[in-house]
Nanobody
Framework: QVQLVESGGGLVQAGDSLRLSCAAS????????MGWFRQAPGKEREFVAG????????SYADSVKGRFTISRENTGNTMFLQMDNMKVEDTAVYYC????????????????WGQGTQVTVSS
């Protein structure tokens, strides 16, 4: 069982920055590949960014590349999403996800999800 809790969401204006955090409550020795997803009203949930459990591999959706930065603590399973130059289109509920297979070297399988944190960008 892996529990994920997102935080840091809020209301910002276009062009502003926001930093999201996600804390996982798995065993202390476990390390999970993790990612951020978002779902805007009336749209499907989409991938935003991902990071391998080692922290050495990251990936981004084209829509956020160059503006968002995913990172994680050197130990444990705490992840961050630094969002810069935010746009109205970034408005969505942001979800933290994790692959519960500790130290998995293959493609991530996001089988654990947080409750989400609302991010609203006004013009």
């Amino acid at each position: 069982q892996v529990q994920l809790v997102e935080s840091g969401g809020g209301l910002v204006q276009a062009g502003d920055s926001l930093r999201l955090s996600c804390a996982a409550s798995g065993r202390a020795s476990s390390r999970y590949s993790m990612g951020w997803f978002r779902q805007a009203p009336g749209k499907e949930r989409e991938f935003v960014a991902g990071i391998m459990w080692t922290g050495s591999v990251t990936s981004y959706a084209d829509s956020v590349k160059g503006r968002f930065t995913i990172s994680r603590e050197n130990t444990g399973n705490t992840m961050f999403l630094q969002m810069d130059n935010m746009k109205v289109e970034d408005t969505a509920v942001y979800y933290c996800a994790a692959d519960g297979r500790s130290r998995q070297l293959g493609a991530p399988r996001y089988d654990y999800w947080g409750q989400g944190t609302q991010v609203t960008v006004s013009s």
